[in-house]
């Protein structure tokens, strides 16, 4: 993939700073990285083309500036509401946006890792972008909301079920009704949705040791790790996910890919195994 989106805009800056691992940095620190028609395009192409791309095995997703992301440019939606004449609009346009806010806060066809490294904080739709990666990194003093409620509007983009599924019922009330900050201990002990704490200025560092760690396993079996967690998410029942997942592509996959052969290999032969890029799914 290449280092640079295709007119190096400067909204979304993609990089691949390490073996099999993607960086994709919003890029419009003047407005906390407030998401734009214009970015949620650059984010759509770059995370299809990661989705395409065995060679990459890990997504980063990062901010530049002070704040990861500010959610919604709510100016404009202040704009848009005062043209709109139909209250189905909102509805329509939220139905009709496959992978939610910033084409990340309801992406479930991704099945590899999606890691979010967030300074500063993340508030609204860039809060609700955390909610729904795999793993999220957090400087210690990053802050976290949902402040929806406080606007007059709703966490709509995919965050309601996915704070419940975390945090349980009572602590996504509490967030989702008062629409208050969280700070990232909060998150990271009480809430439950941040991996790893990092000091300050730290956060793409922690993000890029961590996706190392994610690459030293087979990337088939994380492949079908991650479908089998998200299928899980989304099905009621243990035995139907777990019969949905015996029967995906993913797992399919693995049985038939050189990974699994290899990880053998080299735990009877006492090394450590050398994986290659999964098969195209």
């Not at 975390?166 to 009480?190: C, D, I, N």
């Not at 040791?209 to 990337?219: M, Q």
Request: proline share 5%; aromatic share 6%; with cysteine.
């Amino acid at each position: 993939m290449s280092t640079t989106t295709k007119n190096a805009d400067k909204i979304l800056l993609v990089e691949t700073p390490a073996p099999h691992v993607l960086l994709l940095t919003m890029n419009r620190p003047s407005v906390l990285n407030a998401m734009s028609p214009e970015l949620e395009e650059a984010l759509a192409r770059a995370l299809d083309a990661f989705d395409a791309d065995n060679s990459l095995w890990v997504c980063i997703v990062a901010g530049t500036g002070r704040v990861f992301c500010a959610g919604a440019d709510l100016a404009a939606w202040q704009k848009r509401q005062s043209h709109s004449t139909s209250a189905g609009t909102e509805t329509s346009t939220l139905l009709a946006s496959p992978h939610g806010f910033g084409a990340l806060s309801r992406r479930t066809v991704s099945s590899k890792p999606i890691i979010a490294a967030v300074q500063g904080g993340a508030y609204g739709g860039g809060c609700e972008i955390v909610l729904n990666v795999d793993m999220v990194v957090a400087e210690e003093d990053a802050k976290f909301a949902l402040p929806e409620v406080k606007r007059g509007v709703v966490a709509a983009a995919g965050g309601i079920p996915r704070i419940l599924d975390g945090a349980g019922y009572q602590l996504a009330a509490e967030m989702l009704f008062t629409g208050r900050t969280v700070s990232a201990k909060e998150a990271y002990e009480r809430f439950r949705f941040v991996n790893v704490l990092a000091p300050k200025g730290q956060a793409l560092k922690a993000a890029l040791a961590l996706a190392g760690r994610v690459c030293e396993a087979s990337p088939d079996a994380v492949r079908s790790s991650k479908r089998a967690l998200v299928i899980a998410r989304g099905e009621p029942g243990a035995e139907r996910a777990y019969e949905l997942h015996a029967r995906s592509r993913e797992a399919e996959a693995v049985w038939h890919g050189q990974n699994i052969k290899e990880g053998l290999a080299a735990f009877v032969e006492k090394r450590k195994p050398k994986w290659t890029n999964p098969a195209k799914l």
